[in-house]
C-alpha cells in the first residue's frame, strides 16, 4: 500500500511539473564517480570509484528534481594488529537517491539529495544518505552537455557516519 501511494504521489509531481516547466528539458546522465574519504572514514578507508545514473525533471525555470541510482566501491586500507599487517578489501554500495538541482544563472547549479545506500554485500546495513553539492554543466552538443560536481556525501547507519567527498563527470542527453 505504501508503494502505490509514493508512486501515484510522484507519478501526480511529473504530470503537475510538465504543465509548469518550459525552459529547460528532461535530461539522463551517465557519470563516472570518484569518493575522497573525510574524518574517522578517511582513516580506514583510501578512496572509492564507481559510476552513477541520473534523471533530471524540469518543475521550474531553473529548477529540476533529480533522481539517481549508481555503484560506489571503496577501497580499505591495511593494518596491523600485534605485528601482523590485515588486508583491508573492498566494500561496495548502490545508493539510491532523489532531491533538487537549482541553477544559478545558464551553467553552475547547486544540488541536494536523499536516499539509501544499499550494500552489496550480505550482511551490510542500509545507510541513510543526504548530500549538498554544487556543480558546472557545459553544452557540448544541441541535445548534450558534460558536467563537473562536487559534493559532500554522508551515509549514516548503526550510530555512525561515513563521510566524503564526491567528484562527479558526467555527461548529459536531452530528452
Known amino acids: 500500500m505504501k508503494k502505490l501511494l509514493l508512486l501515484t504521489a510522484v507519478a501526480g509531481l511529473f ?6 516547466a518550459q525552459t529547460k528539458a528532461p535530461k539522463l ?8 574519504p573525510m574524518g574517522d572514514f578517511g582513516d580506514v578507508a583510501d578512496f572509492g570509484f564507481g559510476g552513477s ?4 525533471h524540469p518543475v521550474a525555470a531553473n529548477l529540476l528534481l533529480t ?3 549508481g555503484y560506489t566501491n571503496f577501497k ?4 596491523d594488529v600485534a ?3 590485515i588486508k583491508g578489501g ?3 554500495a548502490i545508493p539510491v537517491k532523489a532531491g533538487a538541482r537549482y541553477y544559478f544563472g545558464e551553467n553552475f547549479f547547486a544540488a541536494g539529495e536523499l536516499g539509501a545506500a544499499f550494500p552489496t554485500k550480505d550482511g551490510g546495513s542500509t545507510a541513510f544518505v ?5 556543480g558546472v554543466d557545459f553544452a557540448v552538443a544541441d541535445k548534450g552537455s558534460v558536467e563537473l560536481g562536487a559534493r559532500y556525501e554522508a551515509w549514516s547507519a548503526n550510530s555512525s557516519t561515513s563521510g566524503f567527498i564526491g567528484l562527479r563527470l558526467a555527461y548529459n542527453i536531452g530528452l
Not at 504530470?15 to 509548469?20: I, L, P
Not at 543526504?130 to 554544487?134: A, V
Open 90 to 92: 573492498n566494500s561496495a
Open 29 to 36: 546522465s551517465v557519470g563516472a564517480e570518484f569518493a575522497f
Open 67 to 69: 533522481g539517481s541510482a
Open 76 to 79: 580499505f586500507k591495511d593494518y
Open 130 to 134: 543526504y548530500t549538498p553539492g554544487i
Open 15 to 20: 504530470a503537475f511539473s510538465s504543465v509548469n
Open 83 to 85: 605485528g601482523v599487517t
Open 53 to 56: 545514473l541520473q534523471y533530471q
